[in-house]
């Protein structure tokens, strides 16, 4: 249509949300080859449209960690008619709020619909009950909710929770609602990348210069006796 009315199209934009985690139900290979043979029969080479793909989420879903820490914890009675007399018991769920919300970092849970699954930060016994539980964040607004229908253990005040694959549409998509701050990011790599990034990014050094000098094993805290240096991270710029 657009040809029809003598405009030219030569630039196919193919979006973006591309899964970049292992598990997705599509995984971005079986995207890619469904893709590449489509262009292949529609566009093939030398067609004169330039095709783009916006990889965002594909390269940096898996680069963070998220750690939040539990603020604080109550007991909500759940109410269920008929469940008192079944039991013995009102039905109880334990909600537990937690340094970072919807309005912040977990903002994914409004906007893509995401289910954040917690690690724990240790894992628990066979022998403990798991309890029904929800998640909120640190902001007293009934929508502030990261996450329902969870059956944990017995959390306290205090206790770390992990949330893996944090790094797309988090952090900079934040806001200070009430009163909450940016969490703080701390880079961490192996030793060796660090090295091959260390190759590639400063000059080689002489032998002079080097001798005397106690380079540092990695870019996190190493405990150590050699470690003479305090740590180093890795800039943002690079990561």
Not at 172 to 189: D, E, K, N, P, V
Request: proline share 6%; with cysteine.
């Amino acid at each position: 249509m657009g040809a029809e009315l003598g405009h030219r199209m030569h630039i196919l934009d193919l979006g973006g949300s591309f899964p970049g985690v292992d598990g997705a139900k599509v995984r971005f290979e079986e995207i890619a080859s469904v893709i590449n043979s489509a262009l292949d029969l529609y566009f093939p080479e030398g067609c004169g449209v330039d095709i783009l793909g916006k990889l965002g989420r594909y390269y940096v879903t898996s680069a963070f960690t998220l750690a939040v820490s539990i603020i604080a914890k109550k007991e909500v009675l759940l109410d269920q008619p008929g469940r008192e007399e079944e039991t013995g018991s009102a039905p109880k769920t334990m909600a537990y709020h937690l340094d970072e919300g919807v309005y912040g970092i977990f903002n994914s849970v409004l906007f893509d619909n995401t289910c954040p699954a917690p690690v724990l930060q240790k894992k628990p016994s066979t022998e403990q009950p798991l309890h029904s539980s929800s998640l909120w964040g640190p902001v007293v607004d009934g929508c502030d909710c990261v996450a329902e229908g969870l059956w944990l253990p017995q959390l306290h005040v205090g206790d770390w929770l992990v949330f893996e694959n944090m790094g797309a549409y988090t952090v900079g998509m934040g806001s200070f609602l009430g009163g909450t701050q940016t969490c703080r990011i701390t880079y961490a790599m192996s030793r060796v990348a660090w090295e091959a990034l260390q190759e590639q990014l400063l000059p080689p050094e002489q032998d002079e210069d080097a001798e005397g000098v106690c380079k540092p094993l990695s870019c996190g805290w190493e405990i150590t006796d050699t470690l003479c240096v305090g740590p180093v991270f890795t800039p943002a710029s690079i990561m």
